[in-house]
């Protein structure tokens, strides 16, 4: 059990100790880093940033004010993102009680026989809740990043169809001819 113990351990360090995972989106060469947003991924939660500057959660959601979808799921986010280690905790917890159980005595004839009474079904609840807590913050956390990609394909949209649209150039040619060319 020690072993499996000191394997998980060390398993988890670089996961606890590391800055988290950057996501790069390919906004293609006509949105700049100054329009887009980006966000990076911490143990908990996700910081999503504009111009390297922290968004607060209000920021966001201005951001993403235009989609009633996406302003919707945000606000779910909001709520289920701190509700999820606090739910986790609530998991080890009874995991903890379940496995430590409560000690009990059988008397018979005299003689006094401990032993421990262990629930199977609180052991079970409490890994359910474990999972369901750590499924609400990275539920939370997709959702982020998904609202984040969504602004930047919207915002890459937006300055395709700016784009878009009929643009004349009147010039001289080469050969010295006046020439006009139309792009539709």
Sequence with gaps: MRPLFIVLLLGLIPALTCKGQEIA???????SQ?????????LFHTNVYKNQ??????GFARYLSSS??????NKIANIILPAGPVISAGGIYLVYDAIKGV??????????YPYVVRSLPKLLGG???FVGGLSLVE????????????????LGKELNKKKEGLSIRLGLSTDGAVSLTANF
């Design 25 to 31: 989106f390919n906004n293609g060469p006509e949105l």
């Design 34 to 42: 100054n329009d887009s947003l980006y966000s990076v991924r911490k």
């Design 53 to 58: 500057i922290k968004l607060d959660k209000g």
């Design 68 to 73: 009633k979808k996406w302003s919707r799921k």
């Design 103 to 112: 000690p009990m005595v059988y008397r018979h004839e005299g003689q006094d």
């Design 127 to 129: 890994l359910a809740l």
């Design 139 to 154: 539920s939370a956390n997709e959702t982020k990043m998904n609202a984040t990609n969504w602004y930047n394909q919207e």
